[in-house]
Each structure stands twice: as structure tokens, then as C-alpha cells.
T-cell receptor, first 111, second 115 residues
Framework: KNQVEQSPQSLIILEGKNCTLQ??????????LRWYKQDTGRGPVSLTI?????NTKSNGRYTATLDADTKQSSLHITASQLSDSASYIC??????????FGAGTTVTVRA | KAGVTQTPRYLIKTRGQQVTLSCSPI?????VSWYQQTPGQGLQFLFE???????NKGNFPGRFSGRQFSNSRSEMNVSTLELGDSALYLC??????????????FGQGTRLTVV
């Protein structure tokens, strides 16, 4: 069973609107959680990395939150732009440093 | 500085053949990890190399192998190709092995199609 579950699988939003992506994980013990953005046909690019002691981290219009108690993370995209259309992947690292990947959420931003 | 470089970008092979993919990490990075990405399975870890030694291995058959050279460049080899090996193969480089918050930088990937 995948230790990292993302939802929704895909979503469509209008340009300028906000959206929130969810990531639930069961990896334990936990070291850090990362969010990556992957454009079609390209490699993933890191957005944020958070340890268990961090609750929130921002990177421009992207804000990630982490609740290590409930093992949940979210990625909030503010004022979406067409260039935000991509797959967003949640990656959790255990203390053995092995990475567990979510299946990703595909975001489509429409004008 | 230059990012992670993977070659070739696209490859078409027939069943039964073997293939070698190459990855040049960011200068100064000594850890290289390989991943397979398919629409149905998402990203799956293949193996990690650090200082020319394989440090971690995923759950893939022995047909998948790799190596790392003294300059940290890495190659991945797949023998006796199967249709199911068609995927995007991604390489990621990190400064150090398995450090908690070491960021992994991904290459553009090699798109392998097996026909």
C-alpha cells in the first residue's frame, strides 16, 4: 500500500483563483516532507521541504503546511497562473532517508 | 551552475534489447538516484549511488542495474527490455548521501519507449 496518498487526483481552476492540494502519509518515523512541481515532459522541481518541526513554508505563491500529528500536509496555490498547470508531487522521507512518493495531483489552470 | 543532465532525452528500443542511460549530476554533488515514472505507478525508486557505491535499492528486477564513476556521473542499464519498461527515467542528484534535508535536483529525464 502506498504510504503517501494525494488528493484530488486532478483539478481544474480558473486563472487567478486559489486552490489547495492534500497529502496524507503513513511514513513513520518521519524525517521531512517535500512538494515538487513537475511540468509535462520535464523533471520535478522542488517547491518546499519541511521537517516535522515546521508547520508552514512558503515559496512565492506556493504555501505548504504540515501537521505531523495527523500526518497531513497541504499545498496552497494563491492567485493561480497558467504556468501553474502541472503535476504536484508530495514526497515523504523516512529517517532511513528513503523517499516515498505520492501519485501526484494534476492541476490545470484555465484562462 | 549547470543542472542535472540526462542523455539521451528520447529513446526507442525493441523488446529483448538492452539500453544504457546516462546522468551527469550537478557539479560537486556526489549522490545520484534513479527513478522510473509511469502514468499508472507514479515515481518509483530504482537505486541510489554515492561515491561509486550503491547505497539503496528499490524493488526492481535484476535486469535494472547501474553504476557510478569517480566523477559522480552515473549510468543505468536495463537488459532484456520488456514493453512494461516504457517509462520516463529520472535521475536526481544531491550534495550528500541520505542527509535529512538535502534537496534533490532532478534532470529532464529520458523517455524510453519499448516496442
Amino acid at each position: 500500500k502506498n504510504q503517501v496518498e494525494q488528493s484530488p487526483q486532478s483539478l481544474i481552476i480558473l486563472e487567478g483563483k486559489n486552490c489547495t492540494l492534500q497529502c496524507n502519509y503513513t511514513v513513520s518515523p518521519f524525517s521531512n516532507l517535500r512538494w515538487y512541481k513537475q511540468d509535462t515532459g520535464r523533471g520535478p522541481v522542488s517547491l518546499t521541504i519541511m521537517t516535522f518541526s515546521e508547520n508552514t513554508k512558503s515559496n512565492g505563491r506556493y504555501t505548504a503546511t504540515l501537521d505531523a500529528d495527523t500526518k497531513q500536509s497541504s499545498l496552497h496555490i494563491t492567485a493561480s497562473q497558467l504556468s501553474d498547470s502541472a503535476s504536484y508531487i508530495c514526497v515523504v522521507s523516512g529517517v532511513d532517508y528513503k523517499l516515498s512518493f505520492g501519485a501526484g495531483t494534476t492541476v490545470t489552470v484555465r484562462a | 551552475k549547470a543542472g542535472v543532465t540526462q542523455t539521451p532525452r528520447y529513446l526507442i528500443k525493441t523488446r529483448g534489447q538492452q539500453v544504457t542511460l546516462s546522468c551527469s549530476p550537478i557539479s560537486g554533488h556526489r549522490s545520484v538516484s534513479w527513478y522510473q515514472q509511469t502514468p499508472g505507478q507514479g515515481l518509483q525508486f530504482l537505486f541510489e549511488y554515492f561515491s561509486e557505491t550503491q547505497r539503496n535499492k528499490g524493488n526492481f528486477p535484476g535486469r535494472f542495474s547501474g553504476r557510478q564513476f569517480s566523477n559522480s556521473r552515473s549510468e543505468m542499464n536495463v537488459s532484456t527490455l520488456e514493453l512494461g519498461d516504457s517509462a520516463l527515467y529520472l535521475c536526481a542528484s544531491s550534495l550528500r548521501e541520505g542527509r535529512k534535508n538535502t534537496e534533490a535536483f532532478f534532470g529532464q529525464g529520458t523517455r524510453l519507449t519499448v516496442v
